[in-house]
């Protein structure tokens, strides 16, 4: 098989695993219902992936980079306070319109045991982190390099972490409320 066929099956076998997410939701992808709908053998699934946890990583990188083209616009506006609430709760809208992709994410990384994922899903999830960087540091303006990394890590796990929450009515003040709370825990740090 040429590397071009692989590149094309490959191709193949993650938009026909994206399309089952979407549809089915992410309980629903296993490496049979993937052979199954592609017309790919499992052997071909494990032959272009190593293990299903692969093939996951994959379809995540693809999401937090969606995810990533489409916070990055918000970056236009003035700095700080409102910008990440705009960031959160576009964050949410983001999460809210991809949910089925989205528990794919959020379980994969809640049911994380041995597996670590590569090195350019790890950089798509500091990339993701760094987004916010200058609305803190526009904040924080005194803020050390080091705590500001871990303020971005922790608010950017903290939204992961309300996106697993129940949409309702009440969803956005939800998120508003612990996100608004979270800054003014920071504004209490950088007083110190």
Same mark, same amino acid.
């Given at each position: 098989?040429?590397?071009?066929?692989?590149?094309?099956?490959?191709? /193949?076998?993650?938009?026909?695993?994206?399309? +089952?997410?979407?549809? %089915?939701?992410?309980?629903?992808?296993?490496?049979?219902? +993937?052979?199954?709908? =592609?017309?790919?053998?499992?052997?071909?699934?494990?032959?272009?992936? =190593?293990?299903?946890?692969?093939?996951?990583?994959?379809?995540?990188?693809?999401?937090?980079?969606? !995810?990533?083209?489409? !916070?990055?616009?918000?970056?236009?506006?003035?700095?700080?306070?409102?910008?990440?609430?705009?960031?959160?709760?576009?964050?949410?809208?983001?999460?809210?319109?991809? $949910?089925? !992709?989205?528990?794919?994410?959020?379980?994969?990384?809640?049911?994380?045991?041995?597996?670590?994922?590569?090195?350019?899903?790890?950089?798509?999830?500091?990339?993701?982190?760094?987004?916010?960087?200058?609305?803190?540091?526009?904040?924080?303006?005194?803020?050390?390099?080091? $705590?500001? /990394?871990?303020?971005?890590?922790?608010?950017?796990?903290?939204?992961?972490?309300? =996106?697993?929450?129940?949409?309702? %009515?009440?969803?956005? /003040?939800? =998120?508003?409320? +612990?996100?608004?709370?979270?800054?003014?825990?920071?504004?209490?740090?950088? $007083?110190?």
């Amino acid at each position: 098989m040429t590397q071009n066929s692989k590149d094309n099956v490959r191709r /193949k076998l993650i938009e026909t695993g994206r399309k +089952l997410v979407e549809e %089915k939701g992410a309980d629903y992808l296993t490496a049979r219902k +993937l052979s199954e709908a =592609s017309g790919c053998s499992v052997g071909t699934i494990y032959n272009q992936f =190593s293990s299903m946890d692969d093939f996951i990583a994959e379809q995540n990188e693809r999401t937090l980079a969606e !995810l990533y083209a489409y !916070l990055s616009q918000l970056g236009n506006g003035p700095r700080g306070y409102r910008n990440i609430n705009l960031y959160a709760e576009c964050f949410q809208k983001f999460v809210a319109a991809h $949910r089925p !992709l989205w528990s794919l994410f959020y379980n994969f990384h809640l049911n994380l045991k041995n597996y670590r994922p590569g090195i350019s899903y790890r950089r798509q999830m500091i990339r993701l982190c760094e987004l916010i960087a200058p609305d803190l540091a526009a904040m924080f303006p005194r803020i050390e390099i080091r $705590r500001l /990394k871990m303020s971005q890590k922790v608010l950017t796990a903290a939204l992961v972490a309300l =996106s697993a929450l129940p949409e309702d %009515k009440y969803s956005g /003040k939800r =998120s508003a409320l +612990l996100l608004n709370t979270y800054l003014a825990g920071m504004m209490m740090l950088n $007083r110190e």
